[in-house]
């Protein structure tokens, strides 16, 4: 092989190691599914102490500080239950609405930083083996800026099971 060729290859060899060796910042990567704008609240299960109301219109309030206004008139929030008696024998967590143990359950934000559940049952529903919880995900969560986001829509949210968007925003179950 001539000098001339060894030279060539030698100078084409360091050329590739330089060029590989540099490095420049590429574009970034999609923001995750919280966004590193917001947190999504979320409380623990809870059990009424007491419902009020009268046969086929129950509820009890809980404090929620975490749904601002805010978040309640931008964001999303979600609710479930857990209820006892429930057909598949107390293992299924329901999102609310829902239709279970004979009666209707529901949500509803009565005010800023509580949070009401509901239930249409004649007699008044059990206090104890019923349990509640809500996820509060803020309007500034960049998945529900923009539905070409990648990321779940508002109402994608609402279609999603309860373990899915534990999963999505690594809340504990």
């Not at 917001?38 to 419902?51: I, N, Q, R």
């Not at 529903?125 to 990648?150: C, D, H, M």
Request: charged share 15%; with cysteine.
């Amino acid at each position: 092989m001539s000098t001339h060729r060894r030279i060539f290859f030698l100078l084409i060899t360091l050329s590739v190691f330089i060029l590989a060796g540099c490095s420049k910042e590429g574009p970034q990567g999609p923001q995750g599914p919280a966004g590193a704008d917001a947190t999504v609240y979320y409380s623990e299960w809870f059990s009424p102490a007491v419902w009020s109301g009268v046969s086929g219109d129950w509820y009890f309030a809980a404090s929620a500080p975490d749904l601002t206004e805010n978040i309640v008139e931008n964001g999303v929030v979600l609710a479930y239950a857990w209820l006892a008696g429930d057909v598949y024998g107390g293992s299924a967590v329901r999102p609310l609405p829902a239709n279970a143990v004979g009666a209707n359950w529901s949500f509803l934000i009565h005010e800023y930083g509580s949070i009401e559940f509901t239930c249409d049952m004649f007699a008044t529903p059990a206090t104890s083996g019923n349990k509640f919880r809500f996820i509060a995900i803020p309007g500034t969560i960049s998945a529900l800026k923009s539905a070409t986001s990648g990321h779940p829509s508002a109402q994608e949210l609402r279609n999603m099971t309860y373990r899915e968007v534990c999963r999505l925003y690594n809340i504990p179950e």
